[in-house]
């Protein structure tokens, strides 16, 4: 049987966040849910690198406008620690995009959903990152 892809979501808003958790577990997935960034285990300290060699999650999906940070942010900040996160395996979601918060996400390699999202456009992005996996 072939390993289930990893998955991480973070909303603070709990509807949202099961929403995306029921998605990716009815497609099989193994994912950990988090109200916030700071509940998101994965993430080295403050002045820390990534201690992995590989990614810890195949897909990471993040709300944009949270209490302490935004989602891009939180990505960026990732990064910059040398995460292995690959490049087109994060999505982030808001209610209101900017035209800079559009660009910094494109810059940074996320796919941008606007909420409300429509689910086949969310699963044939799933799609597209699940046989890109495979390849």
């Not at 979601?93 to 918060?101: A, D, K, L, P, Y």
């Amino acid at each position: 049987m072939p390993q289930a892809f990893k998955a991480v979501v973070i909303d603070d808003v709990a509807l949202c966040r099961q929403l995306l958790t029921d998605i990716l577990e009815d497609r099989g997935y193994q994912v950990k849910s988090y109200a916030s960034i700071k509940e998101f285990t994965c993430r080295t300290g403050a002045d820390e690198r990534c201690p992995n060699e590989h990614a810890c999650v195949d897909i990471f999906l993040t709300d944009n406008q949270m209490p302490e940070t935004t989602g891009l942010e939180a990505i960026e900040s990732m990064l910059g620690k040398g995460c292995k996160l690959r490049a087109t395996s994060k999505a982030i979601f808001s209610g209101s995009w900017s035209h800079q918060e559009k660009q910094k996400a494109q810059d940074l390699g996320c796919k941008t959903f606007s909420k409300p999202f429509e689910l086949s456009s969310f699963e044939s992005w799933l799609q597209e990152r699940e046989a890109s996996f495979s390849a």
